[in-house]
């Protein structure tokens, strides 16, 4: 990989040391490029009009939904446009109508995004069971299998934590699914841009992605695989949903189309087609090793700080690496990082409480967490090394 070039694509980067890409990443020139193309060239809506700009937007839509198949090993018609994660997994806790009586099986260490709309259920008699992984956080399939019951309806958990950056089981838990009969669903918010993500290898029926993290998208992008689209209820209809309309019913479009109500995201849409086309070019694998990489140096050197408690194991994490420094507020150490080196870096709860007080961060308010992807090198680890050395004192 030519690191130096890459960096070049990235403006944001003459700005700051970022090491934020868990929570989104900076765009790539490319991106924003290919967006101005549309505002400037054919800035219209789609699936609407049928005059020759329409049609090229709609075109350019269609092409990119068939991209991020391409990219994850699915067909087009399997691919639903959300503006983040979020709202994707949100789409198939409200779409699959869960009966009073069914379990649902989640871990406890998940990003709340993949953790409350299923706790929700709970208020219409649906079981949540919830799991606790092991003192790594690693979930152990052997245990999600325990608690499988003649009532269990789906199974959810993250690829890579957005915390720690264990990366589970998910093949093997994704065929205990399947040999169960129980829908299972995939968080790929961390893994999405970082490692190869194939659904039909992991046997997902469900798998909610985001543009803004490891794709290198625009904000406001993001997509839902499933090739059980047919089993869910929309929860927002209106234009572009239906194929017929009377004064006492209505009939749906077919998947995906009956879950894009509105207008789309069109810009964002076409960014994110631009970003997964930058990917490939440089290679998933690759990215995939030097991340690694990476995320190795990250993780031995803070070790080796005295006043330092990485979390996680280095023998199973990828892209993220969590710590504090001992007497120090994590927030504290986030803003001194900033002062001292403009490093970019989260801290907090990082949206995930429950896996906070698994790990016993709480007492600190949390962790700070660095997170990297291709266009970081090693000079950025360096340079938060001694920071962190600095700071710790």
């Known amino acids: 990989m030519e690191i130096n070039k890459i960096r070049e694509d990235f403006p944001l980067l003459k700005h700051c040391v970022y090491l934020d890409a868990a929570s989104t990443t900076p765009t790539p020139k490319c991106v924003v490029q290919a967006m101005n193309e549309y505002f400037y060239t054919y800035n219209t809506n789609v699936g609407r009009g049928v005059y020759s700009l329409a049609v090229k937007a709609t075109e350019k839509v269609e092409e990119v939904r068939k991209r991020l198949g391409?990219?994850?090993?699915?067909?087009?018609?399997?691919?639903?446009?959300?503006?983040n994660t979020t709202e994707a997994i949100n789409l198939v806790a409200n779409g699959l109508k869960f009966k009073k009586g069914d379990t649902i099986i989640v871990p406890?260490?998940?990003?709340?995004?993949?953790?409350?709309?299923?706790?929700?259920?709970?208020?219409?008699?649906v079981n949540v069971k919830i799991i606790k992984a092991e003192k790594n956080s690693i979930v152990d399939p052997s245990v999600i299998e325990?608690?499988?019951?003649?009532?269990?309806?789906?199974?959810?958990?993250?690829?890579?934590?957005?915390?720690?950056?264990?990366?589970?089981?998910?093949?093997?838990?994704?065929?205990?699914?399947?040999?169960?009969?129980?829908?299972?669903?995939?968080?790929?918010?961390?893994?999405i841009g970082h490692i190869k993500v194939d659904v039909k290898k992991i046997n997902a029926d469900f798998v909610a992605f985001p543009g803004h993290k490891g794709l290198l998208g625009?904000?406001?992008?993001?997509?839902l695989y499933s090739k059980l689209l047919h089993k869910l209820e929309p929860f927002n209809i209106g234009g572009g949903t239906v194929i017929d309309v009377s004064e006492n019913k209505y009939k749906l479009e077919k998947p995906?189309?009956?879950?894009?109500?509105?207008?789309?995201?069109?810009?964002?849409?076409?960014?994110?087609?631009?970003?997964?086309?930058?990917?490939?070019?440089?290679?998933?694998?690759?990215?995939?090793?030097?991340?690694?990489?990476?995320?190795?140096?990250?993780?031995s050197k803070l070790s080796e700080i005295d006043k330092v408690i990485c979390y996680g194991d280095i023998e199973n994490i990828h892209g993220i690496v969590s710590f504090n420094?001992?007497?120090?507020?994590?927030?504290?150490?986030?803003?001194?990082?900033?002062k001292k080196s403009k490093i970019c870096v989260r801290s907090g709860h990082h949206c995930a409480i429950p896996l906070i007080k698994h790990i016993g961060a709480k007492k600190y308010g949390g962790t700070v967490r660095a997170s990297v992807h291709c266009y970081n090198n090693f000079m950025d680890i360096e340079k938060l090394i001694n920071t962190i050395k600095e700071v710790s004192v």
């Open 70 to 83: 391409d990219f994850i090993n699915s067909p087009p018609e399997n691919i639903v446009f959300t503006k």
């Open 108 to 125: 406890n260490i998940e990003h709340h995004s993949n953790f409350l709309p299923w706790l929700r259920l709970r208020k219409e008699g």
């Open 146 to 191: 325990d608690k499988i019951d003649e009532n269990t309806k789906l199974i959810t958990v993250s690829y890579i934590s957005n915390v720690l950056g264990v990366v589970q089981d998910i093949e093997e838990i994704g065929k205990i699914a399947k040999d169960n009969d129980i829908l299972y669903m995939v968080d790929a918010a961390q893994a």
């Open 218 to 223: 625009p904000v406001g992008t993001g997509f």
């Open 256 to 299: 995906p189309a009956r879950f894009e109500a509105g207008t789309l995201n069109i810009a964002g849409i076409i960014g994110l087609g631009s970003a997964v086309s930058y990917l490939e070019s440089i290679g998933i694998k690759k990215i995939e090793k030097y991340c690694m990489e990476l995320t190795e140096e990250m993780y």
């Open 325 to 338: 420094v001992k007497g120090k507020d994590p927030n504290k150490v986030a803003r001194l990082l900033d």
